[in-house]
């Protein structure tokens, strides 16, 4: 089985329509959603690449009375993104198949496009496919159109665990599980900077401070669970308060196309 056979098998075996089915930690998950939809607007094309089961597109879609084209490589994540209950909708969606290596629309085709834990997990795990993602994410951005974009930082997983490690807690691995290739901060800046302006960058230090050290200190030795209360308020303050020394693997780049 290559590569992309197995990514295809594992997004098969997680796809249904729970609304949570493609991330563990609910409460980061939100934190994506409400980061993202703080920078989309109204009478907009916007494509959401590697959507999953759709359940982001159809929060934003309730908000923005835009165009959305949800769009994911699996055909089971498709499928059950056409089934999830949408609720009332202020905008519409489309849902496709297809590869974000090899995005199925012209140039310029959007205004906005956007990714959550998509390019750091494709299946190559591989510097070069990752670069090939973001150069065809910029390819069908309109000039000056954004690229909102959630990945993970490896730098931001180091921070983390340089304070995990001084509490007697065990580093976090940096690829858990075989798709998973964090990004070089210092490899993806440059690169980022030749077809954007880097306008803005975000990260969430705060979930992360209280959701992956005070979290797992307080329940020790029982293991932290992502569904904790404490998660939740660790959402809420972060709401208020998001960052905190730049812990953490994820990361928001807001990226305007040059
Ligand atoms: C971690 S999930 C994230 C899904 C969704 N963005 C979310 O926030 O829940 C990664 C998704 O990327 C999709 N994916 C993997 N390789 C892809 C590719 N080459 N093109 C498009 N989607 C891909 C997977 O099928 C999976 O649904």
């Known amino acids: 089985m290559d590569k992309t056979e197995r990514m295809e098998e594992f997004y098969r075996d997680l796809a249904s329509t729970k609304k949570y089915a493609t991330s563990l930690d609910i409460h980061l998950r939100e934190i994506e959603i409400e980061t993202i939809s703080s920078y989309l607007e109204d009478g907009k094309k916007i494509l959401d690449m590697g959507c999953g089961n759709g359940y982001s597109t159809i929060r934003y879609a309730r908000d923005f009375d835009s165009d959305f084209t949800g769009m994911d490589f699996t055909n089971e994540m498709v499928e059950c993104a056409r089934k999830m209950e949408r609720g009332e909708l202020k905008g519409r969606i489309e849902f496709k198949q297809g590869d974000i290596c090899n995005i199925p629309f012209p ?152």
């Open 107 to 258: 140039d310029e085709s959007f205004d906005i496009v956007t990714t959550s834990r998509v390019v750091i997990a494709l299946p190559h795990e591989d510097w070069e496919v990752q670069k090939k993602a973001i150069r065809e994410m910029h390819r069908v951005l309109r000039k000056g159109g954004e690229y909102l974009m959630i990945e993970s930082s490896e730098q931001g997983l180091q921070r983390l665990n340089d304070i995990r490690e001084m509490f007697g807690l065990y580093r976090i691995p940096t690829n858990p599980k075989w798709s998973d290739l964090k990004f070089d901060e210092e490899k993806l800046v440059p690169y980022l900077e030749d077809l954007f302006d880097i306008i803005e960058v975000k990260r969430f230090g705060m979930y992360y401070f209280i959701g992956r050290v005070i979290h797992p200190l307080l329940v020790a030795p029982e293991e932290p669970k992502y569904d904790n209360p404490i998660n939740r308020v660790a959402c809420e303050i972060a709401r208020k308060i998001p960052n905190f020394r730049d812990i953490g693997a994820l990361v928001f780049y807001r990226l305007k196309k040059k």
